[in-house]
């Protein structure tokens, strides 16, 4: 399972970082990222980290304030947000895939064959 945590209310401008804890599974054999949606909003991919780490991806909205890290030996994936802006207002979701190409995270509907999914954690940036 994932489990995330981090988020809350931030003004805009701010920070916050994100932590996604995985057990049960080999998480280092999996490709684990950040989704996000908001209300009346279709839920959309935000960042990807490879398995390794070695490659990180992100959703263009977020690059250059958004970092993306993870760490195997503790089996923690972390995001980093920084400069944050009113409009990434919205529950923030870990998920985990083996099978998906990490480019495809961000195409819309994806989320549909996204294997495993933590549970969510609200984020709201005020202007």
């Known amino acids: 399972q994932l489990q995330a945590s981090g988020g809350g209310l931030v003004q805009a401008g701010g920070s916050l970082r994100l932590s996604c804890a995985a057990s049960?599974?080999?998480?280092?054999?999996?490709?684990i990222g950040w989704f996000r949606q908001a209300p009346g909003k279709e839920r959309e991919g935000v960042a990807c980290?490879?398995?390794?780490?070695?490659?990180?991806f992100y959703a263009e909205s977020v690059k250059g304030r958004f970092t993306i890290s993870r760490d195997n030996a503790k089996n923690t994936v972390y995001l980093q947000m920084n400069s944050l802006k009113p409009e990434d207002t919205a529950v923030y979701y870990c998920?985990?895939?083996?099978?998906?190409?990490?480019?495809?995270?961000?195409?819309?509907?994806?989320?549909?064959?996204?294997?495993?999914w933590g549970q969510g954690t609200q984020v709201t940036v005020s202007s």
């Open positions: 980290i490879s398995s390794s780490g070695g490659r990180t």
């Open positions: 998920a985990a895939d083996q099978s998906l190409h990490a480019t495809s995270w961000f195409s819309k509907g994806v989320h549909r064959y996204i294997e495993i």
């Open positions: 049960g599974f080999r998480s280092d054999s999996y490709e």
